[in-house]
Protein backbone atom coordinates (compact mmCIF):
# COMPACT_ATOMS: atom_id res chain seq x y z
CA UNK A 1 0.00 0.00 0.00
CA UNK A 2 0.94 3.59 -0.77
CA UNK A 3 1.30 5.65 2.37
CA UNK A 4 -0.73 8.36 0.73
CA UNK A 5 -2.54 8.36 -2.70
CA UNK A 6 -0.34 9.75 -5.52
CA UNK A 7 -3.05 11.40 -7.67
CA UNK A 8 -6.65 12.52 -7.09
CA UNK A 9 -8.80 10.95 -9.85
CA UNK A 10 -8.03 8.23 -12.06
CA UNK A 11 -9.47 8.04 -15.72
CA UNK A 12 -9.34 5.19 -17.37
CA UNK A 13 -10.00 4.97 -21.09
CA UNK A 14 -10.28 1.35 -22.19
CA UNK A 15 -11.31 -1.40 -18.95
CA UNK A 16 -9.50 -4.75 -21.07
CA UNK A 17 -6.88 -6.68 -19.79
CA UNK A 18 -4.39 -4.42 -19.09
CA UNK A 19 -6.85 -1.29 -18.18
CA UNK A 20 -9.24 -3.39 -15.94
CA UNK A 21 -5.70 -4.73 -14.00
CA UNK A 22 -4.59 -0.86 -13.27
CA UNK A 23 -8.12 -0.34 -12.06
CA UNK A 24 -7.55 -3.85 -9.78
CA UNK A 25 -3.74 -2.55 -8.67
CA UNK A 26 -4.24 1.16 -8.12
CA UNK A 27 -7.32 -0.04 -5.89
CA UNK A 28 -5.43 -2.42 -4.17
CA UNK A 29 -2.59 -0.50 -3.56
CA UNK A 30 -4.21 2.78 -2.52
CA UNK A 31 -2.16 4.56 -5.36
CA UNK A 32 -5.05 6.86 -6.24
CA UNK A 33 -7.99 8.00 -4.38
CA UNK A 34 -11.18 7.92 -7.12
CA UNK A 35 -10.81 5.63 -10.40
CA UNK A 36 -13.61 6.80 -12.94
CA UNK A 37 -13.49 4.03 -16.50
CA UNK A 38 -15.20 3.78 -19.85
CA UNK A 39 -14.77 1.63 -22.85
CA UNK A 40 -16.11 2.03 -26.07
CA UNK A 41 -19.01 -0.50 -26.01
CA UNK A 42 -22.28 -0.39 -23.60
CA UNK A 43 -21.66 -4.48 -22.95
CA UNK A 44 -18.06 -3.39 -21.45
CA UNK A 45 -18.95 -0.56 -19.40
CA UNK A 46 -21.69 -2.69 -18.21
CA UNK A 47 -19.25 -5.38 -17.22
CA UNK A 48 -16.79 -3.00 -15.62
CA UNK A 49 -19.93 -1.76 -13.67
CA UNK A 50 -20.90 -5.02 -12.16
CA UNK A 51 -17.02 -5.81 -11.38
CA UNK A 52 -17.08 -2.55 -9.11
CA UNK A 53 -13.43 -2.23 -10.24
CA UNK A 54 -14.06 1.56 -10.39
CA UNK A 55 -15.68 4.31 -8.10
CA UNK A 56 -17.75 5.77 -11.54
CA UNK A 57 -18.15 4.07 -15.07
CA UNK A 58 -19.14 6.90 -17.43
CA UNK A 59 -20.34 6.62 -21.23
CA UNK A 60 -18.15 8.91 -23.06
CA UNK A 61 -14.18 9.49 -22.68
CA UNK A 62 -14.99 13.25 -22.45
CA UNK A 63 -16.87 12.73 -19.27
CA UNK A 64 -13.77 10.00 -18.03
CA UNK A 65 -11.13 12.91 -18.08
CA UNK A 66 -13.23 15.54 -16.27
CA UNK A 67 -11.05 16.58 -13.60
CA UNK A 68 -9.19 13.93 -13.79
CA UNK A 69 -4.84 14.10 -13.00
CA UNK A 70 -4.23 11.07 -14.47
CA UNK A 71 -5.60 9.92 -17.72
CA UNK A 72 -4.47 6.39 -19.44
CA UNK A 73 -5.70 5.46 -22.55
CA UNK A 74 -5.58 1.51 -22.62
CA UNK A 75 -6.86 1.18 -25.99
CA UNK A 76 -5.18 -0.63 -28.74
CA UNK A 77 -2.70 1.41 -30.57
CA UNK A 78 -4.05 2.32 -33.57
CA UNK A 79 -7.00 4.32 -31.60
CA UNK A 80 -5.22 6.39 -29.85
CA UNK A 81 -4.89 9.32 -31.88
CA UNK A 82 -8.47 9.67 -32.89
CA UNK A 83 -9.30 9.07 -28.87
CA UNK A 84 -6.30 11.67 -27.82
CA UNK A 85 -8.07 14.77 -30.38
CA UNK A 86 -11.42 13.35 -28.40
CA UNK A 87 -10.43 14.15 -25.36
CA UNK A 88 -7.96 17.26 -25.02
CA UNK A 89 -10.65 20.15 -25.10
CA UNK A 90 -11.95 17.98 -21.66
CA UNK A 91 -8.70 17.70 -19.99
CA UNK A 92 -7.44 19.58 -16.99
CA UNK A 93 -4.64 21.56 -17.06
CA UNK A 94 -1.40 20.04 -15.35
CA UNK A 95 -3.33 16.45 -15.69
CA UNK A 96 -0.78 13.55 -16.65
CA UNK A 97 -2.03 11.83 -20.12
CA UNK A 98 -0.42 8.34 -20.62
CA UNK A 99 -0.77 4.89 -22.43
CA UNK A 100 0.06 1.50 -22.28
CA UNK A 101 0.53 1.04 -25.84
CA UNK A 102 2.85 -2.11 -26.81
CA UNK A 103 4.11 0.46 -29.92
CA UNK A 104 5.34 3.90 -28.65
CA UNK A 105 6.75 5.71 -31.45
CA UNK A 106 3.06 6.08 -33.26
CA UNK A 107 1.66 6.55 -30.53
CA UNK A 108 3.92 9.31 -29.14
CA UNK A 109 3.38 10.82 -32.86
CA UNK A 110 -0.21 10.40 -33.05
CA UNK A 111 -1.84 11.44 -29.74
CA UNK A 112 0.77 14.56 -29.03
CA UNK A 113 -0.52 16.01 -32.78
CA UNK A 114 -3.89 16.94 -30.59
CA UNK A 115 -2.97 16.82 -27.05
CA UNK A 116 -2.25 20.93 -25.59
CA UNK A 117 0.89 22.24 -24.00
CA UNK A 118 -1.18 22.18 -21.02
CA UNK A 119 -1.21 18.58 -19.87
CA UNK A 120 1.75 16.20 -19.95
CA UNK A 121 2.29 13.85 -22.05
CA UNK A 122 4.07 10.39 -21.07
CA UNK A 123 3.71 7.35 -23.24
CA UNK A 124 4.30 4.26 -21.21
CA UNK A 125 4.34 0.62 -21.60
CA UNK A 126 4.24 -2.22 -19.19
CA UNK A 127 6.07 -5.18 -20.41
CA UNK A 128 3.04 -8.01 -18.58
CA UNK A 129 -0.05 -9.64 -20.11
CA UNK A 130 -1.38 -12.66 -21.14
CA UNK A 131 -3.34 -14.18 -24.42
CA UNK A 132 -6.74 -13.17 -22.85
CA UNK A 133 -9.08 -10.02 -22.81
CA UNK A 134 -11.65 -7.82 -21.52
CA UNK A 135 -12.39 -6.82 -17.83
CA UNK A 136 -12.85 -9.92 -16.62
CA UNK A 137 -9.08 -11.18 -17.65
CA UNK A 138 -7.41 -8.45 -15.07
CA UNK A 139 -5.83 -9.25 -11.90
CA UNK A 140 -3.97 -6.60 -9.42
CA UNK A 141 -0.69 -8.71 -9.80
CA UNK A 142 0.17 -8.42 -13.74
CA UNK A 143 2.65 -5.66 -13.22
CA UNK A 144 4.44 -7.15 -10.07
CA UNK A 145 8.40 -7.84 -11.03
CA UNK A 146 7.21 -7.00 -14.55
CA UNK A 147 9.19 -3.86 -16.37
CA UNK A 148 6.93 -0.85 -17.30
CA UNK A 149 8.63 1.51 -20.59
CA UNK A 150 8.49 5.09 -19.88
CA UNK A 151 8.80 6.86 -22.91
CA UNK A 152 9.13 10.75 -22.16
CA UNK A 153 9.69 12.96 -25.23
CA UNK A 154 12.50 15.79 -25.22
CA UNK A 155 11.56 17.96 -23.18
CA UNK A 156 8.97 16.38 -20.99
CA UNK A 157 8.82 17.84 -17.03
CA UNK A 158 10.75 15.47 -14.81
CA UNK A 159 8.68 16.19 -11.83
CA UNK A 160 5.61 14.20 -13.94
CA UNK A 161 7.86 11.92 -15.32
CA UNK A 162 8.88 10.99 -11.56
CA UNK A 163 5.00 11.18 -10.69
CA UNK A 164 4.23 8.90 -13.25
CA UNK A 165 7.31 5.92 -12.42
CA UNK A 166 5.99 6.20 -8.67
CA UNK A 167 2.42 4.80 -9.55
CA UNK A 168 3.74 2.15 -11.52
CA UNK A 169 6.16 1.22 -8.89
CA UNK A 170 3.14 1.49 -6.53
CA UNK A 171 1.83 -0.95 -8.76
CA UNK A 172 4.74 -3.47 -8.23
CA UNK A 173 6.26 -2.68 -11.67
CA UNK A 174 10.18 -1.98 -12.38
CA UNK A 175 10.54 1.15 -14.48
CA UNK A 176 12.70 2.31 -16.78
CA UNK A 177 12.89 5.41 -19.39
CA UNK A 178 14.40 5.25 -22.85
CA UNK A 179 13.17 6.94 -25.83
CA UNK A 180 10.20 5.58 -28.08
CA UNK A 181 12.59 4.62 -31.00
CA UNK A 182 14.30 2.50 -28.72
CA UNK A 183 11.57 0.86 -26.83
CA UNK A 184 9.96 0.09 -30.13
CA UNK A 185 13.34 -1.87 -31.72
CA UNK A 186 14.14 -3.46 -28.38
CA UNK A 187 10.19 -4.93 -28.33
CA UNK A 188 10.09 -6.03 -31.70
CA UNK A 189 12.77 -8.58 -31.18
CA UNK A 190 11.85 -9.34 -27.95
CA UNK A 191 8.00 -9.38 -28.39
CA UNK A 192 6.64 -8.71 -31.48
CA UNK A 193 8.67 -11.17 -33.91
CA UNK A 194 7.89 -13.71 -31.03
CA UNK A 195 4.18 -13.26 -31.74
CA UNK A 196 4.84 -12.83 -35.59
CA UNK A 197 6.55 -16.49 -35.59
CA UNK A 198 3.96 -18.19 -32.95
CA UNK A 199 0.72 -16.94 -35.73
CA UNK A 200 2.55 -17.98 -38.47
CA UNK A 201 3.84 -21.50 -37.06
CA UNK A 202 0.62 -22.33 -36.00
CA UNK A 203 -1.14 -21.41 -39.39
CA UNK A 204 1.24 -23.44 -41.03
CA UNK A 205 0.53 -26.59 -39.38
CA UNK A 206 -3.45 -25.70 -39.34
CA UNK A 207 -2.42 -26.08 -43.38
CA UNK A 208 -0.42 -28.86 -43.50
CA UNK A 209 -2.59 -31.82 -45.26
CA UNK A 210 -0.40 -34.82 -44.36
CA UNK A 211 -0.71 -34.21 -40.71
CA UNK A 212 -4.03 -34.27 -39.45
CA UNK A 213 -5.67 -31.55 -36.93
CA UNK A 214 -6.11 -34.19 -34.20
CA UNK A 215 -2.68 -35.12 -34.50
CA UNK A 216 -1.53 -31.76 -34.09
CA UNK A 217 -3.50 -31.08 -30.69
CA UNK A 218 -2.72 -34.07 -29.58
CA UNK A 219 1.02 -34.23 -29.90
CA UNK A 220 1.22 -30.34 -28.95
CA UNK A 221 3.09 -30.33 -25.91
CA UNK A 222 6.14 -30.17 -27.72
CA UNK A 223 6.57 -26.72 -28.12
CA UNK A 224 3.52 -26.40 -30.56
CA UNK A 225 0.85 -25.79 -27.63
CA UNK A 226 3.10 -22.30 -26.35
CA UNK A 227 2.50 -20.97 -29.68
CA UNK A 228 -0.34 -21.88 -29.97
CA UNK A 229 -1.36 -19.56 -26.61
CA UNK A 230 0.71 -16.76 -28.27
CA UNK A 231 -1.21 -16.93 -31.12
CA UNK A 232 -4.22 -16.71 -29.54
CA UNK A 233 -3.59 -13.45 -28.50
CA UNK A 234 -6.23 -10.59 -29.27
CA UNK A 235 -6.03 -10.11 -33.36
CA UNK A 236 -6.96 -6.20 -32.82
CA UNK A 237 -4.33 -5.11 -30.81
CA UNK A 238 -1.89 -7.58 -32.72
CA UNK A 239 -2.83 -6.51 -36.55
CA UNK A 240 -2.20 -2.60 -34.62
CA UNK A 241 1.22 -3.50 -33.10
CA UNK A 242 2.85 -4.64 -36.45
CA UNK A 243 0.98 -1.45 -38.59
CA UNK A 244 2.53 0.83 -35.71
CA UNK A 245 5.99 -0.84 -35.45
CA UNK A 246 6.63 -1.33 -39.24
CA UNK A 247 9.79 -0.49 -39.98
CA UNK A 248 11.33 -2.13 -36.74
CA UNK A 249 9.37 -5.12 -37.19
CA UNK A 250 10.74 -5.36 -41.00
CA UNK A 251 14.15 -5.02 -39.62
CA UNK A 252 14.38 -7.48 -36.65
CA UNK A 253 12.52 -10.12 -39.54
CA UNK A 254 15.25 -9.27 -41.93
CA UNK A 255 17.67 -10.18 -39.29
CA UNK A 256 15.89 -13.12 -38.54
CA UNK A 257 15.21 -14.63 -42.13
CA UNK A 258 18.76 -14.42 -42.24
CA UNK A 259 19.64 -16.51 -39.42
CA UNK A 260 17.21 -19.20 -40.77
CA UNK A 261 18.82 -19.57 -43.65
CA UNK A 262 22.38 -20.00 -42.18
CA UNK A 263 20.57 -22.72 -39.74
CA UNK A 264 18.64 -24.30 -42.66
CA UNK A 265 22.09 -24.82 -44.84
CA UNK A 266 23.74 -26.34 -41.39
CA UNK A 267 20.89 -28.86 -41.60
CA UNK A 268 21.24 -29.47 -45.27
CA UNK A 269 25.23 -30.12 -45.31
CA UNK A 270 24.51 -31.62 -41.77
CA UNK A 271 26.77 -29.51 -39.60
CA UNK A 272 26.00 -30.71 -36.33
CA UNK A 273 29.05 -28.72 -34.77
CA UNK A 274 27.17 -25.44 -36.15
CA UNK A 275 23.59 -26.61 -34.93
CA UNK A 276 25.85 -27.83 -31.33
CA UNK A 277 27.23 -24.13 -31.43
CA UNK A 278 23.92 -22.39 -32.10
CA UNK A 279 21.67 -24.41 -29.97
CA UNK A 280 24.29 -23.72 -26.68
CA UNK A 281 24.37 -19.57 -27.42
CA UNK A 282 20.53 -19.54 -27.13
CA UNK A 283 20.11 -22.32 -24.00
CA UNK A 284 22.83 -19.74 -22.34
CA UNK A 285 20.28 -16.45 -23.77
CA UNK A 286 17.52 -19.06 -21.76
CA UNK A 287 19.24 -18.86 -18.36
CA UNK A 288 19.93 -15.48 -18.43
CA UNK A 289 16.23 -14.99 -19.00
CA UNK A 290 15.49 -17.33 -15.42
CA UNK A 291 18.71 -15.71 -13.25
CA UNK A 292 17.16 -12.15 -13.63
CA UNK A 293 14.13 -13.38 -12.27
CA UNK A 294 12.31 -12.90 -15.69
CA UNK A 295 10.99 -16.41 -16.16
CA UNK A 296 10.76 -19.50 -13.72
CA UNK A 297 12.68 -22.53 -14.89
CA UNK A 298 9.90 -24.80 -13.91
CA UNK A 299 8.06 -26.87 -17.38
CA UNK A 300 5.62 -24.61 -19.09
CA UNK A 301 7.49 -21.70 -17.59
CA UNK A 302 5.79 -21.40 -14.46
CA UNK A 303 2.14 -20.96 -15.82
CA UNK A 304 0.50 -23.11 -13.16
CA UNK A 305 -1.10 -27.01 -14.75
CA UNK A 306 -4.94 -26.52 -14.75
CA UNK A 307 -4.88 -29.92 -13.26
CA UNK A 308 -2.39 -30.01 -10.55
CA UNK A 309 -3.04 -27.73 -7.13
CA UNK A 310 -1.40 -23.89 -7.87
CA UNK A 311 -0.73 -20.73 -6.31
CA UNK A 312 -3.42 -18.67 -6.71
CA UNK A 313 -1.57 -15.64 -8.94
CA UNK A 314 -1.07 -16.84 -12.23
CA UNK A 315 2.51 -15.70 -13.71
CA UNK A 316 2.17 -14.37 -16.94
CA UNK A 317 4.43 -15.69 -19.57
CA UNK A 318 7.27 -13.73 -20.83
CA UNK A 319 6.29 -14.04 -24.70
CA UNK A 320 2.73 -13.10 -24.01
CA UNK A 321 3.84 -9.49 -23.14
CA UNK A 322 2.40 -7.38 -25.41
P1 LIG B 1 -8.36 -5.62 -24.52
O1 LIG B 1 -8.44 -6.51 -23.34
O2 LIG B 1 -8.86 -6.13 -25.83
O3 LIG B 1 -9.12 -4.24 -24.18
C1 LIG B 1 -9.16 -3.20 -25.12
C2 LIG B 1 -10.01 -2.06 -24.62
O4 LIG B 1 -9.97 -1.03 -25.61
C3 LIG B 1 -11.48 -2.41 -24.41
O5 LIG B 1 -11.99 -1.70 -23.31
C4 LIG B 1 -12.13 -1.91 -25.71
O6 LIG B 1 -13.46 -1.51 -25.52
C5 LIG B 1 -11.29 -0.70 -26.03
N1 LIG B 1 -11.24 -0.40 -27.47
C6 LIG B 1 -11.00 -1.27 -28.48
N2 LIG B 1 -10.99 -0.64 -29.65
C7 LIG B 1 -11.25 0.66 -29.41
C8 LIG B 1 -11.41 1.82 -30.20
N3 LIG B 1 -11.27 1.74 -31.54
N4 LIG B 1 -11.68 2.99 -29.59
C9 LIG B 1 -11.82 3.05 -28.25
N5 LIG B 1 -11.70 1.99 -27.43
C10 LIG B 1 -11.41 0.81 -28.01
O7 LIG B 1 -6.86 -5.13 -24.80
P2 LIG B 1 -5.61 -5.01 -23.81
O8 LIG B 1 -4.88 -6.30 -23.82
O9 LIG B 1 -6.05 -4.44 -22.52
O10 LIG B 1 -4.70 -3.99 -24.64
C11 LIG B 1 -4.87 -2.60 -24.51
C12 LIG B 1 -3.56 -1.92 -24.88
O11 LIG B 1 -2.54 -2.44 -24.03
C13 LIG B 1 -3.08 -2.13 -26.32
O12 LIG B 1 -2.59 -0.92 -26.84
C14 LIG B 1 -1.94 -3.12 -26.18
O13 LIG B 1 -0.96 -2.89 -27.18
C15 LIG B 1 -1.40 -2.80 -24.80
N6 LIG B 1 -0.76 -3.91 -24.10
C16 LIG B 1 -1.31 -5.15 -24.15
C17 LIG B 1 -0.67 -6.21 -23.50
C18 LIG B 1 -1.23 -7.61 -23.56
O14 LIG B 1 -0.50 -8.58 -23.35
N7 LIG B 1 -2.51 -7.79 -23.82
C19 LIG B 1 0.50 -5.97 -22.78
C20 LIG B 1 1.00 -4.67 -22.70
C21 LIG B 1 0.36 -3.64 -23.38
P3 LIG B 1 -14.68 -2.55 -25.71
O15 LIG B 1 -14.41 -3.68 -24.76
O16 LIG B 1 -15.87 -1.77 -25.33
O17 LIG B 1 -14.63 -2.99 -27.14
Same mark, same amino acid.
Not at 7 to 33: D, K, W
Not at 101 to 127: C, D, N, Q, W, Y
Not at 143 to 164: E, H, M, Q, S
Not at 215 to 226: I, Q, Y
Given at each position: ??????????? =???????????????????????????????????????????????? /??????????? $?? $????????????? *???????????????????????????????????????????????? #????????????? %???? /????????????????? %??????? $??????????????? /??????? +??????????? =?????????????????? &?????????? /?? %?? !??????????? *??? #??????????????????? !??? @??? @?????? +?????? &?????????????????????????????? *??
Amino acid at each position: MTEKPLFNRLA =LIGTGLIGSSIARAARAQGAVREIVATARSTVTRKRVTELQIADEVVD /TNAAAVEGADL $VI $VCIPVGACGPVAK *EIAPHLAPGAIVSDVGSVKGSVLREMSAHLPKTVHFIPAHPVAGTEHS #GPDAGFAELFVNR %WCIL /TPPPGADKTAVDRLAAF %WRALGAN $VETMTAEHHDLVLAV /TSHLPHL +IAYTIVGTADE =LATVTRSEVLKFSAGGFR &DFTRIAASDP /TM %WR !DVFLANKDAVL *EML #GRFNEDVSALTKAIRRGDG !DAL @FDH @FTRTRA +IRKGIV &DIGQDSASPDFGRPHPDLPHDPLPKPYAAD *EG
